[in-house]
């Protein structure tokens, strides 16, 4: 690491430029490793006619293409120079890894058997790389976690220089750029590889690509570490619109949900009570689902539900155990088994028809019917019932003073509450325009209107919509 001498803050080696403050960074000395212990070092080979003898004097005058120390696999019982097979230096076991000389890794296209058949690096058998060639572009991505390639295909975009040798295969240029061999800044490092286009990958999340050079800055720092220039505020990662998700990054973020209206709770004195927000979508009214409605023992834990859209409000009934009802604000028609509510009343409605006789031909005995056409039951419990009214006539008032059916001990009764009538074969249930109104229970699932009321449980509501 290297400390900015400006901002003390710390930086890798190959940063040329601070990322904090900008400053140009000092090169720290490059110390000289420690000595290896010592070993015998095999005596150069004599030179061969096939191999000419390097001139010294433009080898002192030509500097290599890699300035920086390179490795290279080299076989068992070679010299990594030029393959001969002299007995490897002590301390280097079969198979390692040591120095190499740069322009080994430049000038041959081939790779030694014993490095292909590790299955680390898809190479070619070219016998060398073409004096001429078209550098293919250099793509600025940071190097992958692993340090290997894929065992076949084209190498990733870590892999930096990717330049073809003249068969297909990514040269050393570009193997250098990987973790695999290199260390991951080699291939960038390489002298006459940088020729080609520069490609700017796209950057990972958090990230950002400098527009001058391509290097890829992380997150929080004001200066490239590469060139130096200033980096500007990033304003895609605010704003989410602008980067929208991927089926490949768990779909679109989540929003907040659409408000639609509202329950608002009456409480006995007509005042107004606790609000329970109701969104698009589906709504689940019981206990544990809303503070209004955990301290009513009456209602199940999944009471009702309510299905708010754009064209208005369903509400269902849960195969709840004491109901939904809605206030009716017209004549509702009745079948046989509705129940519905006034004051403290829960009356069960039933169609009284005429007795049939059995299958054998036998009549039922009963008391002669008068001309009854239906019955009111008072539901007392699941499955118990109370006094019983039978319903005859054309209509039938209900009321607490006035009508058929009275119920004087029920203060929330009015004197005349609601009516009873047949039309047809076919009965209806209307309110007389009483105090406290009157609730039928739903059967399935009912269209609300904005302003109705719904009784659940032990509390009354008023819907409000606001679509």
Not at 341 to 366: K, N, V, W, Y
Request: hydrophobic fraction near 35%; charged fraction near 15%; glycine fraction near 14%.
């Amino acid at each position: 690491m290297i400390t900015c001498n400006r901002c003390g803050k710390e930086n890798q080696d190959h940063y040329k430029f601070c990322l904090g403050c900008g400053n140009e960074l000092a090169k720290a000395v490059p110390v000289a490793p420690a000595a290896a212990p010592s070993a015998p070092i095999p005596a150069t080979p004599p030179p061969s006619a096939s191999r000419p003898v390097p001139d010294p004097v433009a080898t002192e005058r030509t500097p290599p293409p890699l300035a920086m120390a390179r490795t290279e696999f080299v076989p068992a019982g070679t010299s990594g120079r030029g393959g001969d097979a002299t007995p490897p230096p002590t301390g280097i076991a079969s198979g390692e890894l040591k120095p190499a000389a740069p322009d080994r890794l430049l000038a041959s296209g081939t790779v030694p058997a014993a490095q292909k058949a590790k299955g680390g690096i898809p190479w070619n058998d070219s016998p060398k790389m073409p004096a001429q060639f078209t550098p293919m572009p250099i793509v600025h991505a940071p190097a992958p976690s692993s340090g290997a390639f894929p065992a076949s295909g084209p190498a990733p975009a870590s892999a930096r220089g990717n330049v073809s040798n003249g068969g297909g295969a990514p040269a050393m240029g570009g193997a250098i750029g990987s973790g695999a061999i290199g260390g991951g800044a080699m291939g960038s490092a390489i002298p006459g590889l940088g020729s080609g286009p520069v490609v700017s990958a796209p950057a990972p999340s958090g990230e950002t690509i400098c527009t001058t050079c391509g290097k890829t800055i992380a997150p929080g720092f004001a200066f490239c570490g590469s060139c130096g220039t200033r980096v500007a505020p990033a304003t895609a990662a605010a704003n989410p619109a602008a980067n929208p998700r991927t089926m490949f990054m768990g779909g679109p973020a989540a929003t907040a949900p659409v408000t639609r209206g509202r329950l608002v709770l009456i409480r006995p004195d007509g005042s107004e009570g606790g609000i329970h927000t109701l969104y698009d979508g589906e709504n689940i009214i019981g206990r544990g689902h809303g503070p209004l409605f955990d301290n009513d023992a009456y209602l199940s834990p999944r009471h009702g539900e309510f299905l708010v859209g754009p064209n208005g409000m369903v509400i269902r009934d849960l195969r709840s155990l004491n109901g939904v009802f809605l206030k009716i604000s017209q004549e509702e028609p009745l079948e046989s088994g509705d129940i519905f509510r006034i004051g403290q009343e829960l009356l069960r409605f039933e169609i009284i028809s005429a007795p049939q006789p059995l299958e054998d031909g036998t009549e039922i005995m009963g008391t002669p019917n008068p001309g009854f056409w239906g019955r009111l039951s008072v539901v007392v419990g699941r499955d118990v019932d109370g006094s019983a009214f039978p319903l005859f006539g054309d209509a039938i008032v209900l009321g607490r003073e006035r009508g058929d059916v009275l119920f004087p001990e029920d203060g929330y009764v009015s004197g005349s509450h609601a009516r009873i009538a047949i039309n047809e074969d076919q009965a209806f249930l209307s309110d007389l325009g009483s105090s406290n109104g009157t609730f039928l229970r739903i059967r399935s699932e009912r269209d609300v209107p904005n302003g109705a009321f719904v009784l659940m449980g032990q509390q009354l509501f008023r819907v409000e919509l606001s679509v």
